[in-house]
C-alpha cells in the first residue's frame, strides 16, 4: 500500500498562489496516477486535478482550469499543485490520492490509497 504525504497547505490572501507537494512511498511510482482533491467545511470530498500515470495527460474540475497545475515528477515521487490566483472558495482540506494503474480519473473511488490532508485557507 503506497502512503502519501502533503505539504504545502497556510493562509493566503485573495489572488495570492501556494504549492502542495505529495510525497509518496510506492516503490514504483510510475505505477500510480494520482490526483487532488479537496473538502471543504460541510461539503463532500470533490475532485480538483488528476494527472495519468507519465504526467502526459492531466484532468481539472471546471473552476480551476487555468489557474492550477497538477505535475509529477517520478524519480522523486511527488505530485505538486500549484495553485494560482486563489479564490476564498478554494478554501478547504486539499488531500493527495494514488490509483494504481495508468489512467488518471475524476472519482474519489477510483483512487485506493489518500494522504491525510493539507488546510489551504484563502481570506478574502
Known amino acids: 500500500q503506497v502512503q502519501l504525504v502533503e505539504s504545502g497547505g497556510g493562509l493566503v490572501q485573495a489572488g495570492g498562489s501556494l504549492r502542495l507537494s505529495c510525497s509518496a512511498s510506492a516503490r514504483t511510482f510510475s505505477n500510480y496516477a494520482m490526483g487532488w482533491f479537496r473538502q471543504a467545511p460541510g461539503k463532500e470530498r470533490a475532485f480538483v486535478a488528476a494527472?495519468?500515470?507519465?504526467?502526459?495527460?492531466?484532468y481539472y474540475r471546471d473552476s480551476v482550469k487555468g489557474r492550477f497545475t497538477i505535475s509529477r515528477d517520478n524519480a522523486k515521487n511527488t505530485v505538486d499543485l500549484q495553485m494560482n490566483s486563489l479564490k476564498p472558495e478554494d478554501t478547504a482540506v486539499y488531500y493527495c490520492?494514488?490509483?494504481?494503474?495508468?489512467?488518471?480519473?475524476?472519482?474519489?473511488?477510483?483512487?485506493?490509497?489518500w494522504g491525510q490532508g493539507t488546510q489551504v485557507t484563502v481570506s478574502s
Open positions: 494527472i495519468n500515470w507519465s504526467g502526459a495527460s492531466t
Open positions: 490520492a494514488a490509483a494504481r494503474g495508468s489512467t488518471a480519473g475524476s472519482s474519489r473511488s477510483y483512487y485506493d490509497a
